[in-house]
């Protein structure tokens, strides 16, 4: 067996997530672009085997350089670090479900709230919207 | 987890890699591709397909690390994913293993959904 702390705490989990995110933000770039692997090649001056290793999600290379090419495709890398005990304390938080109930406005399709007001955060919360 | 006669296949499998001790550290990896992909990313080929295989049951992907594989079969209209997990020496015969697998599993499809 092995727990979700045995997990987070081996480096290749972190390695995994990292590298997913450099070869998404090439990829979102290429895709956005239309450009080929060849052609961003030529347009920063990446060596074929360098890019195909990030396009592999193998990328594993100086912090200088995970920089360089986050700002070659117009991003600014940032970096935050948790503590162990945090980060499982809030991957364990049960979601809290809230339930609203709305009525349509027939003049101008509005949504006017009839439920209680409960409090809102909105950069806190996701919302899904069931409609009967 | 698939279970068999109440034995936990894939807790077996980590502990049996685990004990050996050379590929124990590719298992967290495994997870992380995993973990991204149920997180709806993009993930590259080379670490996330769904794999060739035909079943009812519903779609059949691999995650891979240097020495590993992961299989998951996400069974549809349950919510349901069995995962398995093998080493890439064995590949060939765990997806013929698998392939089995799930055409026992289709001849219980009922059950399973009923479960």
């Keep these: 067996m092995i727990t979700r702390e045995e997990i987070i705490k081996e480096p290749g989990y972190w390695l995994e997530q990292i590298q997913g995110e450099v070869y998404r933000l090439l990829k979102g770039y290429m895709d956005e672009h239309q450009l080929t692997q060849k052609e961003v090649a030529a347009q920063f001056g990446f060596s074929p085997s360098y890019l195909s290793q990030i396009l592999n999600g193998n990328f594993n290379f100086t912090i200088s350089k995970l920089i360089e090419l986050a700002l070659a495709v117009g991003h600014v890398p940032q970096v935050s670090f948790k503590k162990v005990e945090e980060f499982l304390k809030e991957e364990n938080k049960p979601e809290q479900t809230y339930h609203f109930t709305y009525e349509i406005n027939p003049d101008g399709g509005r949504l006017a709230p009839i439920s209680p007001q409960i409090p809102f955060h909105p950069e806190e919360t996701t919302v899904q919207i069931v409609v009967n | ?115």
């Design chain 2, 1 to 115: 987890m698939l279970c068999n006669d109440g034995r936990n296949l894939i807790y077996e499998m980590i502990d049996e890699i685990k004990r050996e001790g050379v590929f124990g550290k590719e298992i967290p990896k495994l997870f992380s591709i995993v973990e991204q992909f149920c997180n709806l990313q993009r993930l590259p080929e080379t670490k996330f397909k769904q794999l060739n295989i035909k079943s009812d049951l519903g779609k059949v992907y691999e995650a891979k690390s240097k020495h590993l594989r992961m299989y998951l079969v996400h069974i549809e209209k349950t919510g349901r994913t069995i995962i398995l997990l093998g080493k890439k020496a064995n590949q060939k015969k765990d997806i013929n293993q698998l392939k089995s697998l799930l055409s026992l599993m289709k001849d219980q499809e009922e059950l399973l959904i009923n479960l």
